[in-house]
Nanobody
Framework: QVQLVESGGGLVQAGGSLRLSCAAS????????MGWYRQAPGKQREWVTT???????SYADSVKGRFTISRDNAKNTVFLQMNSLKPEDTAVYFC????????WGQGTQVTVSS
């Protein structure tokens, strides 16, 4: 009964930027943490970033200083601003929210060319 829809993925050259959005809808009562994972071809899903209900943020070392997570509580939306993109950032990016359990979006493709 909870749906997450990501948008904003695409193809960019190395050094470029993208901003991903993820909006939650359905039976939303109260959202605790929100965040992003990514999965590159042939690799396991990797945690990228989390933002808590108190707006505390944390990042994987691989993206720290380049990516910024934020949220709009009124719109049940989480964002991921990605700057200085590298080819190794190429992956499908999945957003998630947690209330009592964790709910996942369908993923959006980010491709960074050399």
């Amino acid at each position: 009964q909870v749906q997450l829809v990501e948008s904003g993925g695409g193809l960019v050259q190395a050094g470029g930027s993208l901003r991903l959005s993820c909006a939650a809808s359905g039976n939303i009562f109260s959202i605790n943490a929100m965040g992003w994972y990514r999965q590159a071809p042939g690799k396991q899903r990797e945690w990228v970033t989390t933002i808590t209900s108190g707006d505390l943020t944390s990042y994987a070392d691989s993206v720290k200083g380049r990516f910024t997570i934020s949220r709009d509580n009124a719109k049940n939306t989480v964002f991921l601003q990605m700057n200085s993109l590298k080819p190794e950032d190429t992956a499908v990016y999945f957003c998630w929210v947690t209330m009592r359990g964790k709910y996942w979006g369908q993923g959006t493709q980010v491709t960074v060319s050399s």
